[in-house]
């Protein structure tokens, strides 16, 4: 067993950056930017959902028992559960969850654009495509601040989605509008796919919507029904619909295919991802961590699967981190490698 230092640390990320790397972001990452975690959204979902059922004319029998529960400190995944999959209501809850999402992403993406500082996130991405030509993105996420900070990299992305403006989900199509034609030292052209992030969305995103029955992605906002799955027992009903099963299959094999696994602010709370990730910690795949606070779901992985290194804040200086791996805790002093704005100059960057 090696002994937790700096240098240890350093060393396995760094040695993560090849080929085969998949990249899951979590909810975590979001609300560094200022959009709302399951709390806020929950306390939001409370304030805005009674009137669109009233509106609606549905019954509110089924949603008083979430709002019991969320009251009595259950979580919202777990209070959302107590609704019928064939409730109505659910897609009330979609739409507002939408709507409450969407006005956090705006000054978030308002503050992404302004800034003439480089988007780490973004710089993070960069090298992950220097090792692969199609690097694998997984993200529960329904905002686009990773298609933003792609952009902003001069990233291209892969989404599944063919067209601009108004993109219909055909992932072959989406894949040709990478290809490129090289000519290796002179020789006859071939065609070859240019670097680029592979983004796979499994609970659906703000700009998928069903347009007269097909999934499309649209820019332009659309009087249409958002393809967004909220969390709680819908999710099992629409995950096996287009495009959430084709997603969720790109995902799980980008999984099932990574030679190491990098999480940003992500929770392990999400059950279809953890069943393809148990297997990969049980081959000690090289995996890290990074989270402002780890939840219970992530700090419950790392004690079951030492050869994780776990990344987080250390309690009551957070200006220090929490390294955590093969079983031993280290507090490395003054410096935040949670965080990608320090991580990536320390650590990547050296």
């Given amino acids: 067993m090696s002994i937790l230092n700096p240098q240890v640390i ?17 909810s975590g990452l979001s609300c560094a930017y200022g959009l709302p975690g399951m709390g806020a959204l929950a306390d939001g979902l409370v304030v805005s959902v009674p009137p669109l059922i009233l509106k609606a004319g549905h019954s ?24 019928p999959s064939d409730d109505p209501i659910i897609s009330l809850v979609v739409a507002s969850t ?29 090298y992950v495509t220097k090792a692969n030509i199609a690097a694998d993105v997984i993200t ?21 989605f063919s067209g601009n403006s108004i993109g219909r989900y055909d992932e072959v199509s989406s894949r040709s509008q990478l290809q490129v034609v090289k000519r290796p030292g002179g020789r006859k052209p071939v065609v070859a796919l240019k ?16 347009y007269f029955g097909h999934p499309v992605r649209s820019e332009i906002p659309l009087q249409s029904r958002r393809l967004m799955i909220t969390p709680g027992l819908s999710k099992y009903r629409s995950g096996y619909d287009r495009p959430f099963d084709s997603q969720k299959s790109r995902a799980t094999k980008a999984i099932d295919d990574a030679s190491s696994l990098l999480f940003v602010g992500y929770g392990f709370n999400d059950d279809h991802l953890q069943t393809h990730l148990d297997p990969q910690f049980n081959m000690n795949t090289k995996t890290t961590v990074l989270a402002r606070t780890l939840t219970n779901s992530a700090l419950a992985y790392v004690a079951r699967f030492p050869a994780i290194l776990a990344l987080d804040k250390w309690p009551d200086d957070p200006s220090s981190t ?9 507090k490395v002093e003054g410096l935040k490698l949670w965080d990608l704005a320090e991580m990536i100059p320390e650590v990547l960057s050296a």
């Fill in 10 to 26: 350093y060393t396995h990320i760094q040695d993560m950056f090849t080929s085969g790397i998949t990249t899951v972001v979590g």
């Fill in 322 to 330: 929490r390294a955590q791996m093969h079983g031993q805790t280290l």
């Fill in 195 to 210: 670097s680029h992030v592979r983004l796979s969305k499994p609970h659906g995103s703000l700009d998928w919507y069903d």
């Fill in 60 to 83: 509110e029998e089924n949603w008083l028992v979430v709002e019991e529960q969320l009251n009595r400190g259950v979580g919202l995944e777990a209070a959302l559960d107590s609704l």
């Fill in 140 to 160: 529960t996420n329904y905002d686009r601040i990773i298609e933003l900070a792609c952009a902003l990299a001069g990233i291209t992305v892969d989404t599944g």
């Fill in 98 to 126: 939408a709507q409450i999402i969407l006005d956090a992403e705006s000054t978030a993406m308002s503050t992404m654009l302004a800034s003439n500082e480089p988007c780490m996130l973004g710089k993070l991405l960069i």
